[in-house]
Structures are given as structure tokens and as C-alpha cells.
């Protein structure tokens, strides 16, 4: 169902912890979301190296009492949601994205 | 404010999270601007690797917005090593600069480290006023092709616009030039005493008069009628209410390491070098204080008919003399806003008058003061 199974946080965004939600701010056009207790599970876990169903199965599922269909049904609505501001890239291969900083170093 | 933004102000602050932290990282300055607070001597910033910890403990605190000034910004050599940091720490970058260092190169920098926005002070559109309060020639033309240069990166910039007696006609102008820059304009009316306490400065405010002017021009304002509206009183709520986020979700840090509750609020809470940044935000004694007073605890503003819809900076009534005091620049606006006096402006009328010579009144000769007043 997903050809793009690979989710990774934006280098070009501001976040941060609020309690049990999460601040996430576009870099691009400052707009600001919040996430919520799970969907920050989800923020977290997305290194560009573990694929969304294994993010859900191991800290979704293994939290919530939710069935792993149901949770990734929701989870990819999340993650297409955040990709199309900006703030996830999603890809199907393993992505290994150099930082912000780095790539302005060079 | 967003409501969204009202939401995380409002958790931040039953949190007690310092949602938001403005960093100088030197008072040095390539420019010498006539009204300015700081005394541009360096004596002992902190070094890189000091920076970059105490970037490491804010964004562990939680802060979120990170506003980067000085003095200058870019006349630290590892200014773009401390962004960087900054970066891969994902705070809301916000920078404060005169824009004098920036060339093509840098405009590309800031581009690429996903800076929120870049404010730079233009205090007028001719080149022999601004000149003259930066007390730098050529600044005006270099301040404005930095705004090009950014915003041709598609950068956010914001022209803040301090109102003084010596600019006072050219808001305006300014104002048309940074729309015609694509850049949104903000105006500060106030002039604020050293942080040394020196109140010299503060002659370079504008008048009353001046003041309502400004105060009544919708594009600075907004709705007028709603802007200068006579106060409604004090009620329960608004004894209730905090003086503003600094202490609560809102601090300062000099480039020295020392922790204030703002910029315009010099009251020592700790410094970084000694202490953790968030055992000084979460058990400074100062800071406790700050945060245990609303308007109920100020003997002058509760009882004030603009107590509940004044602008009361508590660092400028600190600054006065008096945390819990009046901030007499603030008197002075609500009075030139509306057109009635607060009580601490009826006091120093009635002791200049020799009528009530029985009460101290903290007096000072103030003008303007003030939260920034935005318009796109």
C-alpha cells in the first residue's frame, strides 16, 4: 500500500517537545503545527532508516492499544500530511540526508 | 498571536518552559547608533564552545524560539559555527543584524540554515539621518543592500524602525521602502535607558505630541478607534493577570553567560558559566520572584483605570527603580493612546504642583515606550 516507506524529519524545520505534544514550525513559510502524543511517537522515530510499519509495529502498537492495520492506515495520512509541507521527506529507499548545517558548510 | 500560538504560549507557561530566549552573542558593534543600550567594550564573551553548550541546554529546556543579536552578529568570526549549531538543534531561528556584513556569500549561509527571519534596524530613508544616528557613513546604502541580498534568497526580513526625535518625520518613508524591499516594517517608539541604568538616552525619545500622532496612523496601529480606547478598568481578571513573558516564558542571555528575564529587564538571575542554563530558569530566586508578581502586587497600576490594558514593561519600572512599580514611559503612551493619565501620571503632576509632597512617586523624565507595533 505505501511505494514510499521511508519517513525522515525535514533539516529545514524547528521542533520541540511540549509536554506530550510536539511544536513543529515550516522554516520555509513559518507555519506552525502541533502534534499529538502519538503522532510525536511517529515525529521521533522518523530517521530515514526504519520503515513506517516497523515505527508503527514497534512503537505504536507496542504502546497503544491499536491494531497495526488501523495504526498505519493513520500513520501514512500523518506522514503524506507532514511531506506535503514540508516538514517529512518520504522516499523508498533508506534516506541518509546530510544536515542543513553541513550542506552549508560545503 | 495565532490561536495555535496562544495554545503553546499558554502550555509553555503551565509548563514553565522558556519558550523563547533571545542570545547576544557580543556587544561589539560596527556601528555606533546614538540611541543604543549597550556598552560595546568586550569584557569576556563567551567562547564558541560555550555557545554551542548553552545551545545544547536551551534546546534541552525546550526552548523553541531562539532570537540571535548583539551588538553586531556578524562581527563574531564563528557566527555562522554558532548557527550551524543552532540549526541541527531545530530552534525557530530569528536574527538581529545591521545587515553591514552581509554579502551575497552570507545571504546564501542564512538561506541554507533556515532562518525564520533577519530583522534590520533602518531608522530612515535619508542616508543624513540614518548615517547620523549610526554614526557610520554609507550604513543606510549597506543596511539596504543586505535586505536586497536577503531577500533575493527569498529570506523573511523584517526593517524595525526605532522612533526618535531626530527620525521622527520619516516613519513613513521608511515604511514605503520596505514594502517596496518586500520587507515587513516594524516601528519601536521607544528609546530605553542603558542597561548600565544611565537614562541619558532617553532625551532622544519623541514628544507627547508626536507619540499620539504615531498612535493615530492606521497603518501603524491598526483599528485606531479600538487602539486609543479608553481603558476599561481593573477587574478581578485583570488583577490577576502577568506583566508580561519575561520570567514566565520569556529570558535573556549577554554575551557574558548572564541569564536576565529580558533584554529590557537587567535584573541578574544566574550565569552560565557557573550554573546550568535551567537550574538558574527553574530555581533562581530572582526569577521566582518575577514570576510571583501580577498586577494585584503593583500598588500604582492596580488601582490605575489602564491597568488592564496598559503595555507596563516590568524591566523598565525595574530600570525605574521598582519591579513592581510603574514604567512612567509606559504612562506616557497609554496617556497619548487614550488621552487620560494613569495614576502615577496624576501623582507627578500632583507633586510637581507641590500638592502631594507627603508620597514618593518615581519619577523620571520618560517619554514613549512599548511593545512593537507591526504592520505587513
Known amino acids: 500500500m505505501n511505494d514510499k516507506p521511508y519517513v525522515a524529519r525535514s533539516t529545514m524545520i524547528a521542533a520541540r517537545v511540549l509536554g506530550d505534544e510536539t511544536m513543529v514550525m515550516s522554516a520555509s513559510d513559518s507555519t506552525l503545527f502541533t502534534l499529538d502524543e502519538v503522532a510525536t511517537v511517529i515525529w521521533e522515530a522518523a530517521d530515514g532508516t526504519t520503515p513506517l510499519e516497523e515505527i508503527v509495529r514497534k512503537k505504536v502498537c507496542a504502546q497503544y492499544d491499536v491494531p497495526l492495520e488501523v495504526a498505519l492506515k493513520d500513520a501514512q495520512t500523518l506522514v503524506e500530511q507532514l511531506a506535503g509541507h514540508g516538514l517529512l521527506l518520504l522516499s523508498d529507499r533508506p534516506i541518509r540526508q546530510a544536515s542543513a548545517a553541513a550542506q552549508a558548510v560545503r | ?376
Open chain 2, 1 to 376: 498571536m495565532s490561536s495555535l500560538l496562544m495554545e503553546m504560549a499558554d502550555k509553555a507557561l503551565k509548563l514553565r518552559i522558556p519558550l523563547s530566549v533571545q542570545v547576544d552573542l557580543t556587544y561589539r558593534c560596527n556601528e555606533r547608533c546614538v540611541h543604543c543600550y549597550l556598552d560595546h567594550h568586550d569584557h569576556g564573551e563567551m567562547k564558541t564552545g560555550e555557545i554551542l553548550e548553552l545551545l545544547d541546554q536551551m534546546a534541552d529546556a525546550g526552548v523553541f524560539y531562539l532570537t540571535i543579536s548583539g551588538g553586531e552578529i556578524m562581527m563574531r568570526r564563528d557566527f555562522f559555527e554558532i548557527l550551524e549549531h543552532a540549526r541541527k538543534k531545530t530552534f525557530c531561528i530569528k536574527l538581529k543584524t545591521n545587515g553591514i556584513l552581509i554579502r551575497e556569500k552570507e545571504a546564501e549561509r542564512i538561506k541554507a540554515l533556515g532562518v525564520q527571519s533577519v530583522q534590520v534596524s533602518i531608522y530612515s530613508h535619508r542616508p543624513e539621518v540614518h548615517d547620523a544616528i549610526t554614526k557610520l557613513p554609507g550604513s543606510l546604502a549597506d543596511s539596504i543592500e543586505a535586505i536586497r541580498r536577503l531577500r533575493a534568497q527569498g529570506i523573511h526580513v523584517i526593517m524595525a524602525n526605532v522612533l526618535m526625535v531626530k527620525n521622527a518625520e520619516d516613519y513613513t518613508a521608511v515604511r514605503a521602502l520596505a514594502a517596496e524591499l518586500g520587507a515587513q516594517f516594524i516601528m519601536d517608539p521607544t528609546v530605553t535607558p542603558m542597561m548600565d541604568g544611565d537614562r541619558g538616552i532617553l532625551s532622544l525619545n519623541v514628544d507627547e505630541a508626536a507619540l499620539r500622532e504615531v498612535f493615530r496612523d492606521e497603518a501603524i496601529v491598526g483599528n485606531v478607534e479600538e487602539f486609543c480606547a479608553p481603558p476599561r478598568g481593573v477587574d478581578d481578571e485583570a488583577l490577576d493577570m502577568l506583566p508580561c513573558s519575561a520570567g514566565h516564558t520569556a529570558c535573556y542571555v549577554s554575551p557574558y553567560g548572564d541569564v536576565y528575564p529580558c533584554v529590557q529587564f537587567p535584573l541578574p538571575t544566574g550565569n552560565v558559566r557557573q550554573t546550568k542554563f535551567l537550574d538558574i530558569w527553574c530555581d533562581s530566586p530572582q526569577f521566582q520572584e518575577v514570576r510571583s508578581i501580577t498586577v494585584r502586587d503593583l500598588p500604582s497600576c492596580s488601582v490605575c483605570t489602564h491597568g488592564a490594558t496598559c503595555s507596563r514593561c516590568p524591566g523598565l519600572a525595574y530600570m525605574e527603580g521598582n519591579m513592581r512599580g510603574p514604567s512612567s514611559q509606559d504612562c506616557e503612551k497609554s496617556y497619548a493612546r487614550t488621552g487620560i493619565p494613569s495614576e502615577n501620571l496624576k501623582k507627578r503632576k500632583a507633586s510637581s504642583l507641590g500638592l502631594d509632597s507627603s508620597h514618593l512617586v518615581q519619577i523620571q523624565n520618560l517619554r514613549t515606550a512599548a511593545p512593537q507595533f507591526a504592520s505587513k
